[in-house]
Nanobody
Framework: QVQLVESGGGLVQPGGSLRLSCAASGSTSSINAMGWYRRAPGKERELVAGISITGSGTNYGDSVKGRFTISRDNAKNTVYLQMNSLRPEDTAVYYC?????????????WGQGTQVTVSS
């Protein structure tokens, strides 16, 4: 199993920046990919960004392209989300996700979530 702990959320003014961190523990060598999702009040959960742990691929949701950057530090088993030019519509709970291999196939794990509020 894989456990995830997010940190770095908070209150920021429009146009500001935040960096989220997601630290993985447990069976970290089995992780294939990690990503960030978010859920805003009254909306469905959406993909923000994803990154391959075994390769170099990344992908982003259309609404954050050019503003957010996902990166990883494999030595620390940590994934980061650098968020720049934040907008009020980025306000949401941000969740870290990991997909990892098991004897029963690929499974997913979620963090507890961290609140990001963009407001003046």
């Amino acid at each position: 199993q894989v456990q995830l702990v997010e940190s770095g959320g908070g209150l920021v003014q429009p146009g500001g920046s935040l960096r989220l961190s997601c630290a993985a523990s447990g069976s970290t060598s089995s992780i294939n990919a990690m990503g960030w999702y978010r859920r805003a009040p009254g909306k469905e959960r959406e993909l923000v960004a994803g990154i391959s742990i075994t390769g170099s691929g990344t992908n982003y949701g259309d609404s954050v392209k050019g503003r957010f950057t996902i990166s990883r530090d494999n030595a620390k088993n940590t994934v980061y989300l650098q968020m720049n030019s934040l907008r009020p519509e980025d306000t949401a709970v941000y969740y870290c996700n990991a997909r990892f291999r098991t004897t029963m196939g690929t499974m997913g794990s979620w963090g507890q979530g961290t609140q990001v509020t963009v407001s003046s």
